[in-house]
């Protein structure tokens, strides 16, 4: 693989990340517009798995929804 291709396919990933991002963000305001949750519900739940491991939020996710 040569530099062109490898700056190609990071563009490509930074267009996608950008897409991603943005979707999560209209969701997020859809829930917060339409009373769903609050802005500080949003904000506490994301410091509170910003600390998180992935294996620890899937576990926890197990426990609460057997």
Do not use: C, P, W
Not at 3 to 28: H, P, W
Not at 29 to 56: C, H, P, S
Request: net charge negative.
């Amino acid at each position: 693989m040569n530099i062109v291709e490898v700056v190609g396919q990071l563009a490509d990933l930074k267009s996608v990340d950008y897409r991603n991002t943005l979707a999560i963000s209209v969701l997020i305001d859809l829930f917060i517009d339409k009373g769903l949750i609050t802005r500080d519900e949003f904000v506490r739940k994301a410091a509170e798995l910003e600390g998180e491991t992935i294996a620890e939020i899937i576990m926890k996710r197990r426990i609460t929804h057997i």
